[in-house]
């Protein structure tokens, strides 16, 4: 979830990365972040009763429960938070000029139409991919407009995930055994995970989850199982990481290509899939740079 401490744990931890470029993401996105942290502890929703067919069907990937019980976003109050994230993150960037105009331009009004809040209450990766169709080459679009819909987008979607993270865990699971059925994409909004993490529990041993930076989601996940095709063959799978560091590493299928950000955390409560998804940014720049050698 979008946590102000966790967040500002997160950030502190990094400040001295040895990657620069780690470095500077977090510096620019950090504001961004934790702006809308804020905004999501002021939104206080009404979270339905979701159908429990929805929860069993979102389990196991046959369906995303936002599809089926759409999330209702307020247009003036998604248009504030655009607002009010948009100038953290233009801060962030520190940039002036031409560029800086064009930021201070944006008409955040022009992605919160009915038609648009509608899809993006229902499928909020469909609604994301609708925006960037035609605008993927424009620079300031996909490294500003972007991020800031999406990071208020997710301001409104992520109580509603933290509640269906709870209903979503079978409770007759009381071990980590492979059960092959959890789902791929997100069960709460349907978007792909962004990392995943191996957490210690006090009961089940090391635990491996998925985190949905779209809507702030997170599911547990078989560990012997790719996260983007759901390749089971252990023969496929490796981790690939830094000699220095044993706790970001990739997770690498064969059958698919996936080299999949996963983090060793060991305490949940220390890590934050939001930070931790632009750390990981690091590694994988290296790994695809070595692959294309």
């Known amino acids: 979830m979008l946590n102000r401490k966790s967040l500002e744990r997160a950030l502190a931890q990094y400040i001295a990365h040895k990657d620069e470029e780690v470095v500077a993401r977090l510096s620019v996105f950090g504001p961004a972040l934790l702006k809308a942290a804020d905004i999501r502890t002021a939104f206080e929703p009404s979270i339905p009763d979701y159908p429990v067919e929805t929860i069993a069907a979102a389990r196991e990937g046959k369906t995303a429960v936002f599809s089926e019980v759409p999330v209702q976003i307020d247009r003036d109050a998604f248009i504030a938070a655009m607002k009010e994230i948009g100038v953290a993150l233009r801060d962030g960037f520190a940039l002036e000029g031409d560029t800086l105009d064009a930021m201070n331009a944006v008409d955040w009004s022009e992605f919160a139409s009915d038609e648009l809040l509608a899809l993006a209450g229902r499928e909020p990766i469909a609604f994301l991919e609708k925006l960037v169709d035609g605008h993927e080459d424009d620079d300031l679009f996909m490294m500003y407009t972007l991020p800031v819909v999406g990071l208020a987008l997710r301001t409104f979607l992520d109580k509603y995930a933290d509640e269906l993270a709870n209903l979503v865990e079978d409770?007759?699971?009381k071990d980590d055994?492979?059960?092959?059925d959890r789902a791929?994409?997100?069960p709460a909004c349907g978007a792909g995970a962004a990392v995943a993490a191996v957490v210690e529990t006090a009961v089940n041993g090391n635990v491996k989850k998925l985190y949905c930076t779209c809507c702030g989601m997170k599911w547990t996940f078989e560990r012997i199982r790719c996260a983007g095709c759901g390749d089971m063959i252990l023969s496929d799978l490796s981790y690939v990481h830094d000699d220095g560091d044993?706790?970001?590493r990739l997770h690498v299928c064969k059958g698919c290509g996936e080299a999949f950000?996963?983090?060793f955390a060991r305490d949940e409560m220390n890590f934050n899939p939001d930070v931790e998804q632009i750390v990981m940014t690091g590694l994988e720049s290296f790994y695809l740079n070595d692959?294309?050698?």
């Not at 055994?177 to 092959?180: P, Y």
């Open 291 to 293: 692959q294309a050698n």
């Open 184 to 186: 791929l994409q997100c």
């Open 246 to 248: 044993q706790k970001h």
């Open 171 to 173: 409770p007759l699971r």
């Open 261 to 263: 950000p996963t983090v």
């Open 177 to 180: 055994t492979i059960h092959h």
